[in-house]
């Protein structure tokens, strides 16, 4: 069993920051792609920044320049600092990750975590 566990959500004032966490554990061989994705009332859940296992980064159009995603792939970990945070950040923001359980699967699957709340006052 795989489990994504997130955590260093909280409130924070417009232009504040904060630093979220996500530790997978559980049977894992590769970790090939992690990411978060967040959920804000009423709309879908959307990107918000991706990291491969080879460190290859992606971000959504809207967090570019304010946050940053890193790992630490012998700790399974996956880290999303973010700065200069503003009212439309809030969300639901959700962990998520492409892992090869065991060395002989042919494919892998997507997890995710059951989520942080993040609220940005203004």
């Known amino acids: 069993q795989v489990q994504l566990v997130e955590s260093g959500g909280g409130l924070v004032q417009a232009g504040g920051s904060l630093t979220l966490s996500c530790a997978a554990s559980?049977?894992?061989?590769?970790?090939?792609?992690m990411g978060w994705y967040r959920q804000a009332p009423g709309k879908q859940r959307e990107l918000v920044a991706a990291i491969t296992n080879g460190g290859n980064t992606d971000y959504a159009y809207f967090v570019k320049g304010r946050f940053t995603i890193s790992s630490d792939n012998p700790k399974k970990m996956v880290y999303l600092q973010m700065n200069s945070l503003k009212p439309e950040d809030t969300a639901v923001y959700y962990c998520?990750?492409?892992?090869?359980?065991?060395?002989?699967?042919?494919?892998?699957?997507?997890?995710w975590g059951q989520g942080t709340q993040v609220t940005v006052s203004s």
């Open positions: 998520n990750a492409d892992i090869r359980r065991f060395l002989w699967d042919r494919s892998s699957s997507i997890y």
């Open positions: 559980g049977s894992i061989n590769r970790l090939n792609r």
